[in-house]
């Protein structure tokens, strides 16, 4: 079993929907959670850091279940400029981060 | 541009040959990561450096490899006799302890 799992995707949406992106990890000793955003052929780059309470940053919401060990990100009002793949990422520890193998996000006109 | 760089941008070379990567952190950052990224996964952990020590490296990086940070500051990865197999993004990041990693443009390796 993979450290952490996303849906690779893709998922294409519309401009405006909302989309909802899933990640589940292994290690239960994780101690900190981020999204991270990758372009194409560009390097990745933090979108935001994911805590117990939650936390949005604009149109992105941020969801942590450490029992279930399970990670959200949820996308309102879909831009064409959200089009991208998501990383989902897990600190074991050491600051050693683990990435998910990341969700395609297809945003449409 | 005060981000993390790496060079080269890109590297073809041909197999059998030893190839040395370079990354200049960001400057207050003490720990600096090596990953390798290959079409449709996302970023795999190589190894990281806290200041000048190497504390963790990955069972990915075989002997092939070598990684320094001599003076905690930039830091070199070597391969050698490349393969074909190690044909990939090579991304460097570096972070303060316990904070948000920031990445490298990296470098494409292209073995032919």
């Known amino acids: 079993r993979k450290e952490v799992e996303q849906d690779p995707g893709p998922f294409n949406v519309p401009e405006g929907a909302t989309v909802a992106f899933n990640c589940t990890y292994s290690?239960?000793?994780?101690?900190?959670f981020f999204w991270y955003r990758q372009d194409c052929r560009k390097e990745p780059k933090l979108l935001m850091s994911?805590?117990?309470s939650g936390n949005e940053d604009g149109r992105f919401t941020a969801q942590l279940n450490r029992a279930s060990q399970y990670i959200s990100l949820l996308i309102r009002d879909s831009k064409l400029s959200d089009s991208a793949t998501y990383l989902c990422v897990v600190n074991k520890g050491g600051n050693k981060l683990v990435f998910g193998a990341g969700t395609i996000l297809r945003v449409k006109s | 541009d005060t981000g993390v760089s790496q060079d080269p941008r890109h590297k073809i070379t041909k197999r059998g040959q030893n190839v040395t990567f370079r990354c200049d952190p960001i400057s207050e950052h003490n720990r600096l990561y090596w990953y390798r990224q290959t079409l449709g996964q996302g970023p795999e952990f190589l190894t990281y450096f806290q200041n000048e020590a190497q504390l963790e490296k990955s069972r990915l990086l075989s002997d092939r490899f070598s990684a320094e940070r001599p003076k905690g500051s930039f830091s070199t990865l070597e391969i050698q006799r490349t393969e074909q197999g190690d044909s990939a993004m090579y991304l460097c990041?570096?972070?303060?302890?316990?904070?948000?990693?920031?990445f490298g443009q990296g470098t494409r390796l292209t073995v032919v």
């Open positions: 994911v805590y117990s």
């Open positions: 290690n239960s000793a994780s101690q900190s």
């Open positions: 990041a570096s972070s303060l302890e316990r904070t948000e990693a920031f």
